[in-house]
């Protein structure tokens, strides 16, 4: 019976294989456990947290870092935008005072820059000081133009002076200085001094130890009474010193040493080179200068010339109307030209 059982058992084994049942060879392990392997696994919540934040930061390098930097280029055109639609109505509203102090207080509205041109003889840091702006310091809403226009213009040498605002933070200033022509010979309670004359007719800044001095002298001018007379004595010696400037080689301007104005206005000139006075008398300067040119131009021609003007004791240029006296000291004779 045993033995029976046993064949009995060996052909239910022989059966299985021939039908199919899976045998446990080790071909077979092997195919599993890689089909196992190449099965698709589910996510970790720690992997997709990864995947989202490589998401964004992928985002931001395609531009999106871009578009805020735009975002904050536009702050400061929006605010000036907000203050200027915001100004008036807060002042409207009775607030002006207090939106001021603010806005006098922001960053953005202080002055950055001060361009100064013009400047020859009057130093740049001291027309900045006349002005009273004060840089990265005074707010461009709070810098008065005229007033600062009229303390630089007060300063000596200036003539004229120009402040402009440039948005948002530039302060331009634009100076023309005088231009000296003469020095007037003033009296004053420590002393005389001199004073320079501009084209204009404007008696400006002392002369220093160290100014130009190269100028013609008018004498006689500042102690004048009458305002009248006085007026009409300056027209006079602008008229000779215009004509005088154009340097003719018969009386250049540095040839001119003196020009003396007496009581009634008259005027009186004096040579550098020669002590006698030329009397010019009252008005018509510019014909009676193109008369004495013709009479120093006849004298130089000579050959004894020089010494001819040595002799000379003084020339009257309103002899006559059109006629010039010529006074010589030592033969005692006139000449009339």
Known sequence: MRIVDLKKRLSRLLRRRKSGFTSFSSDLNIRG??????????????SRLRQRLRAKKLEQ?????????????????????????????????????????????????????????????VPRDKVVEASGIVLRQSSMLAVDVEQSRQRIAAIPWVARAEVRRHWPGKVVIA??????????????????????????????????????????????????????VKARAMTEILAFLRKVRSNDPHLPAHS???????????????????????????????????????????????PDGKELLAQIAYIKMDYLSDKVLVVESAAGQNSNG
């Open 61 to 121: 390098s395609q531009g999106y870092g871009q578009a805020a930097a735009r975002k904050r280029s536009l702050v400061r055109p929006l605010l000036v935008v907000a203050v200027v639609l915001l100004l008036p109505a807060g002042w409207f509203l009775g607030g002006g005072e207090l939106i001021g102090r603010h806005i006098d207080g922001l960053t953005f509205f202080r002055v950055n820059k001060i361009e100064v041109s013009g400047c020859t003889a």
């Open 175 to 228: 100076i023309e200085e005088n231009a000296p022509v003469a020095l007037v010979h003033t009296p004053g309670p420590s002393g005389p001094s001199l004073r320079y004359l501009d084209a204009s007719g404007a008696v400006f800044s002392e002369v220093t130890a160290s100014g130009d001095i190269d100028f013609p002298v008018i004498t006689g001018w500042a102690e004048l009474g009458d305002e009248e």
């Open 256 to 302: 001119v040493s003196e020009l003396h104005i007496t009581g009634s206005g008259e005027m009186v000139l004096y040579l550098v080179e020669y002590p006698f006075p030329i009397f010019f008398g009252n008005g018509n300067s510019k014909e009676k200068y193109s008369r004495l040119i013709q009479v120093l131009r006849a004298m130089y021609k000579k």
């Open 33 to 46: 456990a890689a089909a196992e392997s190449g099965r698709t696994r589910r996510p970790s919540p720690l």
